[in-house]
């Protein structure tokens, strides 16, 4: 286990805004920083990063924590390798690893993990070192290659041999099982046994955006017609081949930088012009772009140049990944290299400044790009294809979010084929039409999941009851239950006792202890959550509203809210635990703050960034939309007593439906009872709905 002070340690040595940025391009809008979510698909960004507090927030999908629990999203590792990661990169010493209980899935994702960056240190050494791999040597640098490129992308060599990298992993203690699902091995047809996937082969290694090795490509150096040029890694736990870009761990800085990526097909093209000084290059490997490469892409840019060969299946690998490109929000431009040309072929003929000179004087919009095809085919001048050609472009163009830009190219297609603005128009509204339609029909067919990214709830500065979504994919306790902290399951938090039932849990409801006298005499009520915890949860404005105020202004208002507040009053089970988490702080005169609790273990980290972010993303989007800010909290007592008044009327109004629910069950005696209690609850609710807020929550004498 780390202890405490060293994940400290690695907490403020790491830099979020930093850590973040290598995957999301981020913009700074006042004191955070902002851009597109990297877990949800999304045009317009509501991904937040605060680097005063140390979190992140996106109010589209929910997800959020610190720098922890970002790496952890992001790299699909485990708390404990998440912050040796941090550490490694902010050069912070931490004790070796200790024996611990994990996961079952984080388990095999670590296996998987550890088995790839073997079988990669593995082809690599044995590239640099075999006599067998003196051939490939020699091939590379014939390319051009020097060795500092060789190990810049880690390529390496797979020998001739069935059993290579399964002796070396064995020798080395690596679980065969974890090479099994690395896709490193497969099992013999006949009889038993296992054989290397990889034989004979110069390895291209893949990684992920954070440089971790999560599959391999394997090319032939042989000229047999009956072997297939190209093998790659199949999809696997940590591997969905439709989200990698190979050269992403290079390029990413340089794509933020330029602020466009340019797209190729192959591990050589990306290598090749790297090395010749084109810093902003990724491939798709092989694959059709898919929307997911799209989104990782949009990341780092907003514009894609894509280059693809002139030979058949480069044109269609074009017209394919244009429309694709467009739909996620991207400015689309296509280069076509000379006949028999590939970027690797061309970047080593001609060199860097041959490239760019090409690129400069090439480079097309897609719609010109589609006319220039149309015409090298022979199909513009004919009027059924020129009419088969606009509808593919208005397709295109149809597809794109934003409609600024609908209506530029509309207008760049209407000077092209001399067609009037209000016809084009016209199609293009038939085309999406057809397009919104076909979507509802496959996303209204049974057992099909529904397109595009989750809805998004907004926050209602009308009705004061907005929602913002919290946290998609996360097991929300019910009420009374402890969280488990990232690194032990069942560690006792502060002010709980793990091996009691909540009901005897002597927790005080604030800072002078017991129930509030006013719900004194209705039986013991606690909030049941009938909330599906799959989707993202929508917490109660006025509870979170409690929370802010307590860690933003610290023991006088929790002293105020906990004089007349309670545990009970509490619908979320997480804001529940969280209040009780701060009456136990105050009690035992612990820091009770914003920033004391960014620093907690999960799920604090997530909580606060719901809470405190989302006040400011709603007053920056209030700044920008409507030219007005929302007020900071001039009086903060005013603003809990609304928030107190308002939790403890809807506390009174669940209690009363529950009450009316089980009257008809009840027995006589048992009848009696609850109609007394309704009728206590009818008054307290009249009570609470009539008299002023100053009355009903005074001050502390």
């Keep these: 286990m780390i202890p405490d002070d060293k994940k400290e340690e690695v907490r403020q040595a790491a830099d979020i805004v930093d850590v973040v940025s290598d995957h999301v391009k981020l913009r700074r809008t006042g004191s955070n920083f902002t851009g597109l ?103 590379l640098q014939k390319r051009g290659y020097p060795w500092k490129t060789v190990r810049k992308y880690g390529l390496g060599y797979a020998p001739d041999r069935y059993d290579g990298l399964l002796k070396a992993a064995s020798d080395a203690g690596i679980n065969r099982d974890y090479l099994m699902e690395a896709g490193l091995l497969k099992a013999r047809e006949r009889g038993s046994g296992y054989y290397d996937t990889f034989r004979a082969r110069l390895m291209f290694p893949i990684f992920n955006p954070s440089g971790k090795v999560i599959a391999f490509g394997g090319r032939t150096l042989s000229d047999a017609k009956n072997i297939p040029k190209y093998i790659n890694s199949p999809q696997t736990q940590v591997y969905n081949k439709s989200e990698v870009l190979y050269g992403i761990q290079v390029a990413r800085n340089d794509i933020r930088k330029e602020g466009e990526v340019i797209l190729v097909e192959g591990y050589t093209d990306v290598i090749s012009l790297q090395q010749a000084g084109i810093g902003n290059v990724v491939s798709t490997s092989g694959t059709s772009l898919t929307p997911d490469q799209v989104r990782v892409m949009k990341r780092y840019g907003d514009t894609v140049v894509m280059i693809f060969d002139a030979d058949v299946a480069g044109v ?110 016209k199609e293009l509204e038939i085309v999406r039409n057809r397009i919104r339609k076909s979507a509802r029909l496959r996303s209204s067919r049974p057992g099909r999941e529904q397109a595009g990214p989750q809805p998004r709830y907004g926050h209602d500065s009308g009705s004061g009851h907005g929602r913002m979504p919290g946290h998609g994919h996360t097991h929300h306790p019910e009420a009374g239950q402890t969280q488990p902290n990232r690194e032990q399951q ?47 949860v929508r917490r109660p404005e006025y509870e979170k509203e409690l929370i802010r105020l307590m860690l933003t202004f610290g023991n006088k208002l929790v002293s105020f809210i906990g004089m007349h507040c309670s545990e009970e009053y509490f619908e979320d089970p997480q804001l529940k635990a969280f209040y009780e988490d701060i009456m136990q702080r105050y009690q035992n005169g612990e820091e009770i703050s914003v920033e004391a609790y960014s620093r907690r273990e999960h799920p604090y980290p997530e909580l606060v960034g719901e809470i405190v972010l989302e006040r400011y993303w709603i007053s920056e989007l209030g700044m920008k939309k409507r030219g007005y800010n929302i007020h900071k909290d001039a009086d903060p007592f005013k603003t809990a007593r609304g928030a107190l008044k308002t939790i403890r009327i809807r506390f009174l109004e669940q209690l009363h439906q529950r009450l009316l629910d089980d009257y008809p069950y009840a027995d006589t005696d048992r009848k009696a009872q609850i109609q007394e209690w309704i009728r206590k609850a009818r008054r307290e609710r009249n009570r609470f709905e009539t008299v002023a807020s100053e009355t009903l929550f005074p001050a502390e004498s």
């Excluded at 199909?379 to 597809?399: F, G, S």
């Design 316 to 425: 269609r690998a074009a017209v394919r990944g244009i429309s694709i490109a467009l739909e996620g929000g991207m400015a689309v431009r296509v280069l076509t290299l000379p006949e028999g040309e590939d970027p690797d072929s061309y970047v080593r003929e001609y060199g860097e400044e041959g490239f760019r000179e090409l690129r400069k004087k090439e480079t097309m919009d897609f719609l010109r790009y589609l006319v220039s095809l149309a015409k090298k085919e022979g199909r513009w001048d004919d009027p059924v294809d020129r009419r088969k050609i606009i509808t593919e472009m208005l397709e295109a163009i149809a597809v794109m979010p934003d409609e600024v830009s609908r209506m530029n190219f509309l207008q760049e297609l209407s000077r092209i084929s001399r067609i009037g603005d209000r016809t084009l128009q």
């Design 37 to 139: 979510c990297p877990f949800h698909s999304e045009k317009t960004p509501s991904f937040s990063v605060s680097p005063g507090l140390g979190i992140y927030k996106c109010f589209g999908c929910g997800e959020g924590g610190d720098v922890f629990n970002f790496v952890m999203k992001v790299d699909g590792v485990g708390f404990e390798e998440a912050v040796r990661t941090l550490a490694e990169r902010y050069n912070v010493v931490l004790p070796e690893k200790e024996e611990q209980s994990y996961d079952p899935n984080q388990y095999l994702k670590d296996g998987i993990y550890h088995a790839l960056r073997f079988a990669g240190h593995f082809y690599y050494n044995n590239l640099a070192d075999s006599d067998e791999a003196a051939h490939v040597r020699d091939y």
């Design 490 to 536: 069942g560690e006792k938090q502060p002010g709980r006792d793990p091996g009691q039932p909540a009901a005897s849990q002597n927790i005080p409801s604030g800072p002078k202890g017991g129930v509030p006298a006013a719900e004194g005499g209705f039986p013991e009520a606690t909030r049941s959550s009938s909330r599906d915890t799959a989707g993202p």
